[in-house]
């Protein structure tokens, strides 16, 4: 049970490259903090770097008041779960997860009990004798995580730990996780690029971008209040559609702004927050003019793919998340319009977003 | 998949059953020859069936050895040969892994050139270095002695190389998992590397082994006593005689016991040793 900080944290690599860019964050004892970025992010980097398997460049990381920096990965009282369970193949579940404990120095019968009780917890009980080769991607899954609990640390650290397994047990052990760390009450860093599992594990929700955090809060507030494009495509599936407005025409949508100047910006509704059903909005809500191209239905949603029949762009605010000036609504149940059908979708006022032009500031509207 | 053509079956097997008669008919010769007198032997007309001599033959080669009193009996130079393809295959096992570990697993200055001077002993066989190899072992007083025997053969980038390729097959996260698991170098390289080199060891084992029994040119250089001699040279000396008939059924007898050890070694390690060289356990 711990604070963990980190204070001004960079990484740089010999050959120069920067992975991580000075990160600042607390996550209080027994809190879910997630991790979540595009692959390439420096996530993982950083998971690494609190578990001491990388060094830091600079900054401090505390675990329970006590720097951690120059303290070997053991000694850390934390424990990992790897991406691919990294479970030692010639040793029985048994001894997987006593091996620690043992290179620890604790007594026998200690051991036995811990191991027992997280075979217990975790429906081992009757695999204790197997191989880890002998076990299904879900049960190896399982290993992995009573090595880390019978070690009772301070930290759990998580590497991606689902990314294995198929979608089903996915969604399964992902409920498992937050459970047993909701009962062992265990601070717990969990890295994942899914942003599915980010935003149901999550007590506080950390979003990366090259190296550097974009938003760190908890995952319904980021969703409700994305401080960057980056954050606002990146959280919400199918992502938020993102439209470039002239200073303008942001004016004439706004006509409360405070803003004088006739800056561009960028407007942002998610596809859940347009409606085609409803008529145009009297409250200063968005309206727009789409031609249907694509049709994906789901069974309980069905996703609406337009272009804007006027000339202005959608921007997209990483590449390939959205083909310029395309946008996605999201109705309810299977109906949907026909195959290039003209639709008005049109969205509340309290449901738009809007940006700086480059995307990199919220902009209260 | 291959058209199966009943002549072309007829072929490949005609063709495969000849290549083993080639094989095989020589030792089978030896085995009749060990079987017959020597004066059946000499004769000049081999007989294809077994005699009646056997006992008595093997008898003589493993505990008395030939006529003349110099001549030592077969026993004791299996046991010479057998210490050295030991001492040979087990030392270069460990030689080979502990090298390999530290090339893989450490980064300390000049990694790549150490392995590369290491990969460089592989175009050094004994029979290229064999006069500095001599004169080092004589320098260090080692003739005729079985530390003289092995330690030169020892030295070979073979097992270097294979446990090299085989450690870095093994995943990075075992190793950050031992490091978080508190195990150092020495516990990681006990506890994980080596259990799951066992079957690697078994094929190095069996490849050196017979590396090592084979040898002939070395033996045959470092070793001037009798008591000292290998099987493998040993046969060769029972053939050269001066003044009177070689024993060859003695020394066919001799033969057929040398060949003994090394399959059985093949036989017993059969298993492990395929697995190691196919399949990589992770």
Same mark, same amino acid.
């Given at each position: 049970m711990a604070n963990v900080s980190l204070r001004n944290v960079r990484k740089t690599y010999p050959?120069?490259?920067?992975?991580?860019k000075g990160i600042d964050f607390e996550i209080c004892d027994g809190q879910f903090c997630v991790l979540v970025g595009?692959?390439?992010?420096?996530k993982s980097t950083l998971l690494r770097m609190v578990a001491g398997l990388e060094t830091i460049t600079s900054g401090e990381i505390d675990i329970g008041g006590r720097v951690?920096?120059?303290?070997?990965p053991a000694d850390r009282d934390i424990a990992m779960v790897f991406q691919n369970y990294a =479970?030692?193949?010639?040793?029985?579940v048994y001894n997987n997860m006593a091996y620690g404990l043992r290179n620890r120095g604790m007594p026998k019968p200690e051991i036995d009990t811990r191991v027992r009780e997280a075979a217990q917890t975790l429906e081992l009980t009757g695999m =204790?004798?197997?191989?880890?080769?002998?076990?299904s991607g879900g049960q190896r899954q399982r290993v992995a995580m009573g090595r880390a609990i019978?070690?009772?640390?301070k930290v759990f650290l998580f590497d991606?730990?689902?990314?294995?397994?198929d979608a089903k047990l996915r969604v399964a052990m992902r409920v498992e996780i937050r459970k047993l760390q909701r009962r062992l009450k265990t601070t717990s860093i969990y890295v994942t690029h899914d942003q599915l599992e980010a935003m149901t594990l999550a007590d506080i929700l950390v979003v990366m971008n090259g190296g550097q955090v974009e938003q760190i809060g908890s995952p319904l507030d980021i969703y409700r209040r994305p401080a960057t494009t980056f954050v606002a495509s990146f959280i919400g599936a199918p992502p938020m559609n993102l439209i470039k407005l002239s200073g303008d025409e942001i004016r004439a949508q706004f006509?409360?702004?405070?803003?004088?100047?006739a800056e561009a910006g960028i407007l942002g509704v998610r596809p859940e927050d347009l409606?085609?059903?409803?008529?145009?909005?009297?409250?200063g809500g968005i309206t727009l003019n789409l031609t249907v191209e694509a049709i994906e239905r789901v069974g309980a949603e069905t996703f609406v793919y337009g272009t804007r029949a006027r000339a202005e762009k959608a921007v997209s605010?990483?590449?390939?998340?959205?083909?310029?000036?395309e946008v996605i609504v999201r109705i309810p149940g299977q109906d949907a319009p026909a195959i290039g059908a003209s639709i008005r979708a049109a969205a509340h006022r309290d449901k738009l977003h809007l940006f700086s032009a480059d995307g990199r500031n919220r902009i209260d509207i | 998949m291959v058209e199966h053509r009943r002549w072309n079956d007829i072929l490949a097997y005609a063709i495969l059953t000849f290549g083993v008669f080639i094989v095989v008919f020589p030792v089978y010769v030896a085995l009749i020859a060990s079987t017959h007198d020597a004066a059946t032997v000499v004769?000049?007309?081999?007989?294809?069936l077994p005699g009646s001599h056997t006992l008595e033959n093997y008898y003589r080669a493993i505990f008395i050895g030939g006529s003349r009193a110099s001549r030592e009996p077969v026993g004791h130079m299996l046991m010479n040969s057998f210490v050295m393809a030991m001492g040979i295959a087990l030392g270069k096992i460990v030689i080979s892994i502990l090298s390999a570990y530290a090339v893989v697993y450490f980064r300390f200055p000049f990694r790549q050139t150490a392995f590369w001077i290491i990969f460089v002993?592989?175009?050094?066989p004994v029979e290229v270095r064999i006069y500095p190899t001599y004169k080092v072992i004589a320098d260090l007083k080692m003739l005729d002695t079985y530390a003289g025997l092995i330690l030169p053969l020892i030295a070979s980038a073979t097992g270097t190389l294979l446990f090299r390729q085989f450690f870095m097959t093994i995943p990075d996260e075992l190793l950050e998992a031992s490091r978080i698991d508190g195990a150092g170098p020495f516990r990681f390289f006990k506890d994980t590397l080596l259990p799951l080199s066992v079957t690697t060891m078994a094929a190095l084992f069996v490849i050196q082994f017979i590396y090592g029994w084979n040898q002939y040119l070395w033996p045959l250089l470092i070793t001037t006593q009798e008591s000292m001699q290998t099987i493998v040279t040993g046969i060769k000396k029972m053939l050269t005689t001066t003044d009177e008939l070689a024993e060859w059924q003695l020394a066919m007898a001799t033969a057929i016991l040398a060949m003994l050890p090394p399959v059985a070694v093949v036989v017993f390690m059969q298993r492990l040793f395929v697995r190691g060289l196919v399949e990589t356990e992770k």
């Amino acid at each position: 049970m711990a604070n963990v900080s980190l204070r001004n944290v960079r990484k740089t690599y010999p050959g120069g490259f920067e992975a991580i860019k000075g990160i600042d964050f607390e996550i209080c004892d027994g809190q879910f903090c997630v991790l979540v970025g595009p692959s390439g992010c420096g996530k993982s980097t950083l998971l690494r770097m609190v578990a001491g398997l990388e060094t830091i460049t600079s900054g401090e990381i505390d675990i329970g008041g006590r720097v951690v920096n120059e303290i070997e990965p053991a000694d850390r009282d934390i424990a990992m779960v790897f991406q691919n369970y990294a =479970l030692y193949p010639h040793m029985s579940v048994y001894n997987n997860m006593a091996y620690g404990l043992r290179n620890r120095g604790m007594p026998k019968p200690e051991i036995d009990t811990r191991v027992r009780e997280a075979a217990q917890t975790l429906e081992l009980t009757g695999m =204790l004798d197997r191989k880890p080769r002998q076990l299904s991607g879900g049960q190896r899954q399982r290993v992995a995580m009573g090595r880390a609990i019978v070690r009772q640390p301070k930290v759990f650290l998580f590497d991606e730990p689902l990314s294995n397994l198929d979608a089903k047990l996915r969604v399964a052990m992902r409920v498992e996780i937050r459970k047993l760390q909701r009962r062992l009450k265990t601070t717990s860093i969990y890295v994942t690029h899914d942003q599915l599992e980010a935003m149901t594990l999550a007590d506080i929700l950390v979003v990366m971008n090259g190296g550097q955090v974009e938003q760190i809060g908890s995952p319904l507030d980021i969703y409700r209040r994305p401080a960057t494009t980056f954050v606002a495509s990146f959280i919400g599936a199918p992502p938020m559609n993102l439209i470039k407005l002239s200073g303008d025409e942001i004016r004439a949508q706004f006509a409360g702004d405070r803003r004088s100047a006739a800056e561009a910006g960028i407007l942002g509704v998610r596809p859940e927050d347009l409606s085609i059903s409803g008529a145009a909005t009297a409250d200063g809500g968005i309206t727009l003019n789409l031609t249907v191209e694509a049709i994906e239905r789901v069974g309980a949603e069905t996703f609406v793919y337009g272009t804007r029949a006027r000339a202005e762009k959608a921007v997209s605010a990483t590449p390939g998340e959205l083909p310029e000036g395309e946008v996605i609504v999201r109705i309810p149940g299977q109906d949907a319009p026909a195959i290039g059908a003209s639709i008005r979708a049109a969205a509340h006022r309290d449901k738009l977003h809007l940006f700086s032009a480059d995307g990199r500031n919220r902009i209260d509207i | 998949m291959v058209e199966h053509r009943r002549w072309n079956d007829i072929l490949a097997y005609a063709i495969l059953t000849f290549g083993v008669f080639i094989v095989v008919f020589p030792v089978y010769v030896a085995l009749i020859a060990s079987t017959h007198d020597a004066a059946t032997v000499v004769n000049g007309n081999m007989p294809m069936l077994p005699g009646s001599h056997t006992l008595e033959n093997y008898y003589r080669a493993i505990f008395i050895g030939g006529s003349r009193a110099s001549r030592e009996p077969v026993g004791h130079m299996l046991m010479n040969s057998f210490v050295m393809a030991m001492g040979i295959a087990l030392g270069k096992i460990v030689i080979s892994i502990l090298s390999a570990y530290a090339v893989v697993y450490f980064r300390f200055p000049f990694r790549q050139t150490a392995f590369w001077i290491i990969f460089v002993t592989l175009m050094l066989p004994v029979e290229v270095r064999i006069y500095p190899t001599y004169k080092v072992i004589a320098d260090l007083k080692m003739l005729d002695t079985y530390a003289g025997l092995i330690l030169p053969l020892i030295a070979s980038a073979t097992g270097t190389l294979l446990f090299r390729q085989f450690f870095m097959t093994i995943p990075d996260e075992l190793l950050e998992a031992s490091r978080i698991d508190g195990a150092g170098p020495f516990r990681f390289f006990k506890d994980t590397l080596l259990p799951l080199s066992v079957t690697t060891m078994a094929a190095l084992f069996v490849i050196q082994f017979i590396y090592g029994w084979n040898q002939y040119l070395w033996p045959l250089l470092i070793t001037t006593q009798e008591s000292m001699q290998t099987i493998v040279t040993g046969i060769k000396k029972m053939l050269t005689t001066t003044d009177e008939l070689a024993e060859w059924q003695l020394a066919m007898a001799t033969a057929i016991l040398a060949m003994l050890p090394p399959v059985a070694v093949v036989v017993f390690m059969q298993r492990l040793f395929v697995r190691g060289l196919v399949e990589t356990e992770k």
